[in-house]
């Protein structure tokens, strides 16, 4: 079955209802992207499969198991993870640091700057990142650089799962490219990828599925090629 079975999630708020019945599955070695204008549901939807949110009902299963409602830390303990547009690594920290921070070796009796060191390069290398140093402080780094930085830490925490939230927002074209290929070497180390995005030829280039929320439905769900490009 599915990585993700998302099956009829609904959040209403006082002010209105955000997600209206929202069914939406990733499988196991694709990135699937999330289409939608401002106001569709996606923010909901994405903080819902992390935890950040509590759906009014509805059911989100991983690998076929419910994951706990409203818990980031059970969807962080399951494998899910996600990378919010506002880049939250503390900007004092370095790089080795910010990818181990509030995990082995960073906590504990002691911290073991070698293993942790060691370890930042190595995940640093299985995306093909050699170029971004362990000893740099992460707010001396350019956006793009610290996106990457979050992602090696969510493959460090060995994530199964990584959601996107726009990552390609704050790139330029070249960094999107780059991009593009630390998202192609998390697919090769097991971890499949919700990308958000409204532009149709990224979500073409880059996508396996994708899926079209309007007004807190989804609408449409297939391959990037036949999606409608009303959105
Ligand atoms: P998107 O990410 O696609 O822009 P959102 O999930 O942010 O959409 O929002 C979906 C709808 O739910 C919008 O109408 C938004 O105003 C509303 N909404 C989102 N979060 C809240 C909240 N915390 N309280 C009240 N309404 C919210
Ligand atoms: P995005 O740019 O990802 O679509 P938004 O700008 O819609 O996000 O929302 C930013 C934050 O504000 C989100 O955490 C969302 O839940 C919250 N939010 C959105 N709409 C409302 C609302 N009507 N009332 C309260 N919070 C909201």
Do not use: W
């Not at 694709?30 to 935890?51: D, M, R």
């Not at 995940?123 to 992460?138: F, G, N, P, Q, Y």
């Not at 493959?155 to 780059?178: H, T, V």
């Not at 899926?211 to 449409?220: I, K, N």
């Amino acid at each position: 079955g599915p990585l993700l079975e998302v099956r009829g999630l609904t959040k209403r708020y006082p002010g209105g209802t955000a997600l209206d019945g929202v069914h939406f599955d990733v499988h196991a070695g694709e990135v699937h992207c999330l289409l939608g204008a401002n106001g569709a549901g996606k923010s909901t939807l994405i903080k819902c499969v992390s935890g950040a949110v509590e759906p009014t009902s509805g059911e989100i299963l991983l690998d076929g198991v419910p994951l706990p409602a409203g818990s980031p830390s059970a969807s962080l303990a399951r494998g899910v993870a996600t990378i919010y547009q506002e880049l939250d690594l503390a900007p004092d920290l370095t790089v080795a640091e910010s990818i181990y921070f509030g995990r082995e070796p960073c906590r504990g009796p002691f911290l073991d700057r070698r293993a942790m060191r060691a370890g930042a390069k190595e995940v640093l290398a299985r995306l093909r990142h050699e170029d971004i140093s362990v000893d740099a402080t992460v707010g001396e780094l350019r956006p793009a650089f610290q996106q990457i930085v979050s992602i090696a830490r969510a493959l460090s925490a060995k994530a199964r799962l990584l959601i996107l939230d726009e990552p390609s927002a704050i790139l330029d074209a070249s960094e999107i490219e780059a991009l593009f290929a630390v998202v192609r070497s998390l697919l090769e180390q097991g971890t499949s990828v919700i990308f958000i995005s409204h532009l149709l030829g990224e979500i073409a280039t880059i996508g396996h599925r994708v899926s079209v929320l309007r007004d807190g439905r989804t609408v449409a769900s297939g391959l990037p090629a036949s999606t409608p490009a009303s959105e």
